[in-house]
């Protein structure tokens, strides 16, 4: 029995519908699934319900687009309540943010001669939480570049021409963002951003688990990581970033997580929630905090 907790859909920048995820995942033997989309929420309740039908356990997610000290980081998010009304509003900013930065992205390549259509990209992404991706797709789509890689190389990858920077939050915030939608936060790809050297604040700003297994993280690494985790009593995660057919080969089915690190996963968030119900119930409050509202524009 094994999980992928790390899964994009069509309503960020995976190719695949909810239901095509779920459907892909049956061919490869999961029987537990998260979805996490970047900033976005929306897929969560499709994805739900496809999994119900298919007997497939399920944690809604998302990938949240945070900074630490220069970094950017990105935390997931496991069984959050996709309509808790403060995480709703964050991620709406996310959105705005996002949808704001292709149509710079679009000016940017407009300017260096290359007439993209902005309405184009926003058909063609047909999303609230379009990315770089996207963007990609449109430059190929029209013949301005013959892969997704060389769209990258050429205009979008950090610091490249039509590179635009993103609305991140800081991190400590997003990790509260997503206690206070009744999730567990947990750092994505480790091994991708130089987190090392942060993950001691992260663990006292309150971080929950660390994404252990992923696709670019070498067994070394994977290994490495769960090492961490353990020694610092993290949970252990791990997902195979699936973009859909986006970047040609689907990557669903190359991380398989044991079961048994989903359950701890789905136990723990369980336990936080009752834990956290109760203390609302003896401070005579829902348990909120206000969310500073420290998103920043770099
Ligand atoms: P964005 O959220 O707009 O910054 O886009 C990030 C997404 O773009 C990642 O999740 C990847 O799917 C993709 N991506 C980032 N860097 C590259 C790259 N060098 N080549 C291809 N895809 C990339
Ligand atoms: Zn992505
Ligand atoms: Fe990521
Ligand atoms: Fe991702």
Redesign the pocket.
């Known amino acids: 029995m094994f999980a992928d907790l790390?899964l994009?859909s069509c309503f960020s920048d995976g190719t695949w519908t909810p239901e095509q995820l779920v459907e892909q995942a049956q061919l490869h033997n999961l029987n537990a699934l998260g979805l996490?989309d970047?900033d976005t929420v929306e897929g969560c309740a499709r994805m739900s319900e496809a999994c119900s039908k298919h007997g497939i356990a399920f944690a809604p997610g998302v990938?949240m687009t945070t900074e630490l000290d220069g970094e950017e980081l990105?935390i997931l998010g496991y069984f959050i309540d996709p309509t808790n009304s403060d995480l709703l509003s964050q991620l709406a900013k996310f959105q705005a943010a996002r949808q704001q930065r292709v149509r710079e992205m679009v000016a940017r390549l407009n300017d260096l001669g290359i007439s993209l259509h902005l309405q184009m990209v926003l058909e063609l992404a047909n999303c609230h939480s379009p990315g770089r991706p996207h963007v990609a797709r449109a430059l190929v789509q029209q013949g301005f570049c013959s892969n997704h890689e060389e769209a990258f190389e050429r205009f979008l990858k950090k610091h490249r021409p039509a590179w635009v920077p993103k609305w991140k939050v800081q991190t400590p915030n997003g990790i509260q963002l997503v206690h206070q939608a009744g999730g567990l936060a947990v750092l994505?790809?480790p091994g991708l951003n130089r987190a090392d050297r942060m993950i001691p604040f992260l663990v006292d700003a309150g971080i929950d688990g660390l994404e252990c297994f992923h696709p670019k993280h070498s067994p070394g690494m994977a290994a490495h990581y769960t090492a961490i985790a353990k020694q610092h009593g993290l949970l252990i995660t791990g997902g195979s970033?699936c973009?859909g057919l986006n970047k040609g080969k689907a990557t669903i089915g190359t991380v398989r997580l044991p079961h048994d690190c989903f359950q701890k996963l789905a136990d723990s968030a369980r336990n936080r929630q009752s834990a956290s119900g109760q203390q609302g119930r003896e401070n005579n409050s829902d348990g909120d905090l206000p969310i500073a509202d420290t998103a920043i524009l770099k």
């Open positions: 790390h994009h996490t970047h990938e990105h994505a790809h970033d973009h």
